[in-house]
């Protein structure tokens, strides 16, 4: 890959060394991986540099040098976001060409300040960045499908982790929808989308949902609603805890009866904190009122402990105690379309999207079936299995791994009913 980044060559040309390292520092920054508010503090000398600069400087080696600036001032999340962005080509290759054009039309400025325009160069690379996340939605809607019968009902779209309604997945799949079923659609965004999801304790960000879904009034009348990976989870209780009448409940990827390990936080300047906390214990209360995937935790060791602190999924399931409105807000859905991704590695099980568990203390795994939740029928699970309303949909693949073409096949059908 050669993009050479003639509009810096003159700036570079006028600078010092000392200044690449703001510029390195800057990119960072602006994209978030570190806080905005670190100051340059930990100094390094990078002489590739030295005898590149005068010649052709290429986004790659930039990134390069930025994961040895990362490495040598130990910022790890940035580090491993970094990494994951380089050794994918085909991000590389797409957010560069889209920076070279954006730098073409001045959406982003090259400036003599060098930190300045680091800021600005990370702020746009930020969403590809994420896209390094495999917890961060990469669909691409080619946009030539015409539109099929329309459906009935408006959707709501909920994302998973780490991720944002303006991140370029996540539009390109709003807007296939839009078309596709040709009601209104919307990505409801809950907190500020990426920094929230892991922040914020997950039964605040599904009262949050639940609040934006009652506020909308094309949903007054009924709506079907899609949740992404964690997403999934906050779709669910739109139907249970917020009595709205959802027809159509689709997850892709959703933990429904959660995971056992936790994901790695990686694309956020928060990321370090993060995973010490959940290191530590995910049950305590640090972790479930401040962090949103603790809500989700399920320890097959630890039933008791996540039946007593579970933020989140042990009410949503009604294993804490039984709430007939959520079993009535699921008996109420006309489809319950569960997408599992078969090679997830996010998702552990990867079962647990179409209601599997673990035993209680073992990793025996066992089909939703056979386990505890459905054999009491904490939340209705079995009458809509029995009048075949619910479906199960395997998609080859890691976690969100599907395509336009797949979704169409599989899922769109259930959402034109
Ligand atoms: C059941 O859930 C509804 C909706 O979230 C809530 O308003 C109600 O207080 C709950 N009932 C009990 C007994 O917890
Ligand atoms: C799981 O095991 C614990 C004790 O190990 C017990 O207290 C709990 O009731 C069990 N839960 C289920 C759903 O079987
Ligand atoms: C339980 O589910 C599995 C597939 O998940 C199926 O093969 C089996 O027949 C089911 N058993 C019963 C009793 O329905």
Same mark, same amino acid.
Request: include cysteine.
């Given at each position: 890959?050669?993009?050479?980044?003639?509009?810096?060559?003159?700036?570079?040309?006028?600078?010092?060394?000392?200044?690449?390292?703001?510029?390195?520092?800057?990119?960072?920054?602006?994209?978030?991986?570190?806080?905005?508010?670190?100051?340059?503090?930990?100094?390094?000398?990078?002489?590739?540099?030295?005898?590149?600069?005068?010649?052709?400087?290429?986004?790659?080696?930039?990134?390069?040098?930025? !994961?040895?600036?990362?490495?040598?001032?130990? +910022?790890?999340? $940035?580090?491993? =976001?970094? *990494?994951? #962005?380089?050794? %994918?080509?085909?991000?590389?290759?797409?957010?560069?060409?889209?920076?070279?054009?954006?730098?073409?039309?001045?959406?982003?400025?090259?400036?003599?300040?060098?930190?300045?325009?680091?800021?600005? !160069?990370?702020?746009?690379?930020?969403?590809? +960045?994420?896209? $390094?996340?495999? =917890?961060? *939605?990469? #669909?691409?809607? %080619?946009?030539?499908?015409?539109?099929?019968?329309?459906?009935?009902?408006?959707?709501?779209?909920?994302?998973?982790?780490?991720?944002?309604?303006?991140?370029?997945?996540?539009?390109?799949?709003?807007?296939?929808?839009?078309?596709?079923?040709?009601?209104?659609?919307?990505?409801?965004?809950?907190?500020?989308?990426?920094?929230?999801?892991?922040?914020?304790?997950?039964?605040?960000?599904?009262?949050?949902?639940?609040?934006?879904?009652?506020?909308?009034?094309?949903?007054?009348?009924?709506?079907?609603?899609?949740?992404?990976?964690?997403?999934?989870?906050?779709?669910?209780?739109?139907?249970?805890?917020?009595?709205?009448?959802?027809?159509?409940?689709?997850?892709?990827?959703?933990?429904?009866?959660?995971?056992?390990?936790?994901?790695?936080?990686?694309?956020?300047?928060?990321?370090?904190?993060?995973?010490?906390?959940?290191?530590?214990?995910?049950?305590?209360?640090?972790?479930?009122?401040?962090?949103?995937?603790?809500?989700?935790?399920?320890?097959?060791?630890?039933?008791?402990?996540?039946?007593?602190?579970?933020?989140?999924?042990?009410?949503?399931?009604?294993?804490?105690?039984?709430?007939?409105?959520?079993?009535?807000?699921?008996?109420?859905?006309?489809?319950?379309?569960?997408?599992?991704?078969?090679?997830?590695?996010?998702?552990?099980?990867?079962?647990?999207?179409?209601?599997?568990?673990?035993?209680?203390?073992?990793?025996?795994?066992?089909?939703?079936?056979?386990?505890?939740?459905?054999?009491?029928?904490?939340?209705?699970?079995?009458?809509?299995?029995?009048?075949?309303?619910?479906?199960?949909?395997?998609?080859?693949?890691?976690?969100?791994?599907?395509?336009?073409?797949?979704?169409?096949?599989?899922?769109?059908?259930?959402?034109?009913?």
């Amino acid at each position: 890959m050669k993009v050479i980044l003639i509009c810096c060559l003159f700036l570079f040309a006028a600078s010092h060394e000392s200044d690449y390292q703001h510029l390195l520092h800057g990119i960072l920054q602006g994209a978030e991986l570190i806080s905005p508010s670190f100051q340059l503090n930990c100094k390094i000398s990078i002489p590739r540099f030295l005898e590149a600069y005068q010649f052709d400087e290429t986004w790659e080696s930039i990134i390069s040098d930025a !994961i040895l600036y990362s490495e040598y001032c130990k +910022f790890t999340s $940035a580090k491993e =976001t970094l *990494l994951q #962005f380089k050794s %994918s080509d085909s991000l590389m290759t797409k957010s560069f060409s889209k920076l070279s054009e954006a730098i073409a039309s001045d959406r982003v400025v090259p400036s003599s300040n060098l930190n300045q325009y680091g800021v600005s !160069i990370g702020a746009f690379l930020k969403p590809y +960045f994420a896209l $390094a996340s495999p =917890t961060v *939605l990469d #669909f691409e809607f %080619s946009g030539d499908i015409s539109a099929l019968t329309s459906g009935k009902y408006p959707t709501a779209i909920f994302h998973g982790l780490g991720d944002c309604c303006y991140y370029p997945g996540d539009i390109e799949f709003t807007d296939y929808i839009r078309k596709n079923v040709g009601t209104y659609t919307r990505c409801v965004e809950i907190g500020d989308g990426s920094a929230t999801s892991w922040l914020e304790a997950f039964q605040s960000q599904a009262n949050e949902g639940c609040e934006k879904i009652r506020a909308d009034p094309e949903f007054a009348n009924g709506l079907n609603v899609i949740g992404l990976s964690q997403g999934g989870l906050i779709a669910r209780s739109i139907a249970e805890e917020c009595g709205m009448p959802v027809h159509v409940l689709v997850t892709m990827g959703g933990p429904h009866m959660g995971v056992a390990a936790m994901p790695n936080c990686f694309n956020g300047f928060y990321c370090d904190i993060v995973n010490a906390a959940i290191d530590k214990d995910v049950y305590s209360s640090f972790c479930q009122n401040h962090l949103g995937p603790p809500g989700y935790f399920k320890d097959p060791y630890r039933y008791d402990a996540y039946l007593k602190n579970s933020n989140f999924l042990a009410t949503l399931n009604n294993e804490k105690s039984l709430n007939t409105t959520y079993v009535t807000g699921m008996q109420n859905l006309d489809n319950l379309v569960l997408v599992k991704f078969t090679e997830d590695t996010i998702v552990d099980p990867p079962d647990s999207e179409w209601f599997g568990y673990f035993e209680n203390d073992s990793h025996h795994l066992v089909p939703m079936n056979q386990t505890t939740d459905f054999h009491q029928n904490l939340i209705g699970l079995q009458q809509l299995y029995a009048q075949e309303k619910m479906h199960f949909i395997p998609i080859q693949g890691n976690h969100l791994q599907f395509t336009e073409a797949e979704f169409t096949q599989l899922v769109l059908p259930y959402l034109l009913q």
